[in-house]
């Protein structure tokens, strides 16, 4: 026999055994685990339909289905045979088709799932859950229909099945619902503001229009329904690549980029306050410039002319990406409106003709709109080489709003913002921007001494971060990753908007309309009871009226003496946020377990540089951290400040019962559905519940009393007779951050 001719007997050896290996793939797979393999296809294609509505294409809700779930059916068709015929050949005693199906699914979700950046424990995890569940919905299928047993057995079998799942999620539990504690309480003394309700509509009658390229592909109210034409715009020195799918779907590059306004005018002959909304990162597809219309009808029958501008071309997509410096075109884009409008209001032709103050103009931005909108109003640390900004020197921007904004680092800088007002909304619900970025800003805001404009923050208890938004529906994440999402604890989005508007609006009105008795409110968000929706608000206040005695980040500048009583542990530390980045601050660490006292000794020479109205407010700022002691310590109620102050007279002080001061209760955060998730979900970006958050407490000293009289009578006093400062802190244990202890002052009331 040649050697030709065994090779050949090897040859046809080989191929039979492959011949057979593949002819007997399907040997185990009975008709009763083919069904149940199509309970994983149908599972797998749920998944993958799922997956489409999160990525969309542009086309619509229902092709963007069918074109998942037709990818899914070829996709299926090769894999499963596949893996089939490789269990085949390793000679698995297995139903193969179906084992197929079921590595396929569990393969499948966690490609979904680790593309979406859930984490990869994360994703792994909950692919064997899901594929568990395919696989006993495929288990349910074939057994009733399963014709060799009885039609009793099969639906004891298939109630069986059905609830092994049902007693895993009652074994689990979604489980940690955390208690929010209400800010407005029965019998509070903060007095409701005898005022109008921001929220409600002004006395402005308006009208809505647009400006637009008239170009715009997918919306009519830019395109052959636009009412004025604007200018396009070359972004080209800040986009070094605008991929072919990008202009493909827009209709143009980097070098025409539109400028695309929805415009709410008062009626009336102005110049009215100007007014820009700037929304953040969500799919390009799914566009996002009409979320806004709720403030934008608001503020123009309050006397603001609003333009929410489209930035939806610089937004994330599936399929193209998002452009490098995203951040920094938002800022641009952002200007380039403003100098277009200022275009428009030289031009006798337009709507905008002599009715916009260009000198009282706010600017308020949403998620990377938040972070845009401070670039814009710093622009020269980012923008100051740049001809095309030319004008923008002009601008008088006034005021700033960040709702739920991001804080990146750009350029290794970050926006300071100098005699700018500033109010920040962020909610503890905030599954996307999940650490109270504008706290961050808002220590980087300064005044000029004795100016009276503010900053504010408010954080929100049960908000989140999508639902400032009308467009971007009640999840913070896209499908599939929203669905694991626990929404049980936020509140509805007509709640959150609705807290937006009484904000937004008493905001502006006091910055830009000169109606100071809107300030109170943020002072004391306790006066807006009657305005705002009942959920836990933690708020910090500042003015260029306030005059620190004890700032920790510099407390050396001041001439003090401070003692401490009764603290187990006390030192400065850097304020770090849920992510424990610092923000740009010191405070005080105090711990105790039954009682503490905090006491400052004010100099002479620091009191006569006091301003010498009585109608001052003492002023600190407490971040409750109950969450840093141990279970066995959590005191069963919140700890209280007792307040004690010491007059040059010597005369001692103090706040009545009460009025004492608690320490508001750290807001808990329990993102996925079932909170053993939290720590591996997103990389573990929601293992921290609970973030650091200030309250800032004003008491007027008019409130004080004197100690051991029996009279009870108001002092005349004023901070230049004050030489001692005592914060009791009682009913330990208890932990806290302490910062900002000084002197207040409202400012004028007109």
């Known amino acids: 026999m040649t050697e030709l001719s065994i090779n050949e007997q090897k040859t046809s050896r080989v191929r039979s055994w492959v011949k057979d290996r593949i002819l007997q793939t399907l040997d185990y797979d009975t008709g009763f685990w083919l069904k149940a393999a199509m309970g994983l296809w149908l599972a797998a294609g749920i998944a993958v339909m799922i997956t489409g509505l999160g990525n969309p294409t542009g086309l619509g809700t229902i092709p963007d289905i069918l074109i998942f779930f037709f990818a899914h059916q070829i996709v299926f068709g090769l894999a499963v045979p596949l893996l089939a015929v490789t269990a085949s050949f390793l000679q698995l005693p297995v139903p193969r088709l179906f084992t197929g199906s079921l590595l396929y699914t569990e393969g499948l979700v966690f490609f979904i799932l680790e593309g979406d950046n859930l984490g990869t424990w994360f994703s792994l995890v909950t692919a064997m859950v899901y594929t568990a569940a395919g696989l006993i919905l495929g288990l349910i299928l074939a057994t009733l229909t399963h014709h060799q047993l009885n039609a009793a057995t099969r639906v004891k079998i298939s109630l069986l099945l059905l609830g092994l799942p049902l007693l895993s999620f009652t074994l689990i539990g979604s489980d940690n619902e955390y208690e929010v504690q209400p800010t407005f309480a029965e019998g509070d003394p903060a007095e409701p503001l005898q005022i109008e309700d921001p929220a409600e509509p002004g006395k402005y009658r308006f009208h809505y229009f647009t400006y637009g390229s008239g170009r715009d592909r997918h919306r009519d109210e830019f395109a052959s329904g636009v009412d004025l034409l604007s200018d396009t715009v070359d972004a080209s020195a800040y986009i070094e690549n605008w991929p072919w799918l990008r202009e493909w779907f827009w209709g143009f590059d980097e070098k025409e980029l539109p400028l695309n306004g929805r415009v709410w005018m008062p009626e009336g002959e102005g110049p009215f306050p ?57 800022a641009w884009g952002l200007m380039h409106h403003l100098l277009q409008i200022q275009r428009f209001q030289e031009d006798p032709q337009t709507p905008f003709y002599q009715k916009v103050d260009l000198q009282n103009i706010a600017l308020i931005g949403h998620s990377r709109g938040g972070q845009a909108v401070a670039m814009a109003a710093d622009y020269t640390r980012w923008f100051d080489q740049d001809d095309s900004l030319e004008g923008m020197e002009n601008m008088g921007i006034q005021a700033v709003v960040g709702l739920a904004p991001t804080d990146k680092r750009i350029d290794e800088k970050k926006a300071s913002l100098n005699n700018i007002y500033y109010l920040v909304l962020h909610g503890a619900r905030d599954a996307d921007v999940n650490s109270f970025y504008g706290d961050h800003q808002f220590n980087r805001t300064y005044f000029d001494e004795d100016s009276e404009r503010f900053k504010s923050a408010i954080y929100i208890a049960e908000a989140n971060h999508s639902q400032f938004n009308t467009d971007w529906g009640t999840m913070d994440m896209s499908l599939p990753g929203g669905i694991f999402l626990n929404q049980r604890d936020t509140m509805e989005g007509s709640s959150q908007r609705q807290i937006a508007r ?13 109606k100071k008795e809107y300030i109170d409110l943020f002072r004391d968000v306790r006066h807006g009871k009657e305005w705002l929706p009942n959920t836990q608000y933690v708020s910090r206040f500042q003015n260029g009226l306030y005059r620190p005695l004890a700032d920790f980040d510099r407390l050396q500048d001041f001439d003090i003496t401070v003692k401490t009583e009764g603290f187990t542990d006390w030192e400065i530390k850097e304020v770090k946020d849920r992510l424990k980045n610092n923000k740009g601050s010191e405070a005080a660490m105090l711990e105790w377990d039954d009682q503490g006292s905090y006491t400052a000794y004010v100099s002479e020479s620091y009191r006569q540089d006091l301003r010498t109205e009585s109608d001052a407010y003492l002023t600190f700022s407490v971040a409750n951290l109950d969450m840093d002691l141990t279970d066995s310590d959590v005191p069963q109620e919140n700890p209280q400040v007792e307040i004690e102050i010491e007059t040059v007279a010597g005369e001692t002080l103090h706040l009545p019962q009460d009025q004492m001061v608690p320490v508001v209760s750290p807001i808990q955060t329990q993102y996925a559905k079932i909170s053993i998730l939290d720590p591996i979900m997103k990389e573990g970006k929601y293992k921290e519940a609970v973030e650091p958050v200030f309250q800032t407490y004003a008491v007027p000293l008019d409130a004080f009393e004197e100690v051991d009289t029996e009279e009870d009578e108001s002092k005349e006093l004023d901070p230049q007779s004050i030489t001692r400062i005592t914060l009791h802190f009682t009913s330990g244990p208890g932990k806290v951050l302490l910062d900002d202890i000084g002197w207040l002052w409202p400012g004028s009331k007109s």
């Open 274 to 330: 100007l007014v820009i909304l700037v929304h953040g990162n969500h799919s390009m597809e799914d566009f996002s410039d009409n979320g806004y219309g709720y403030l934008g009808e608001l503020l123009a029958s309050h006397g603001f002319i609003t333009v929410s501008v489209d930035q939806n071309f610089f937004n994330y997509s599936s399929w193209s990406g998002i452009p490098k410096e995203d951040m920094k075109l938002r």
């Open 502 to 514: 009484v904000f937004v609006t008493a905001f502006l009105e006091a910055a830009l309309q000169g």
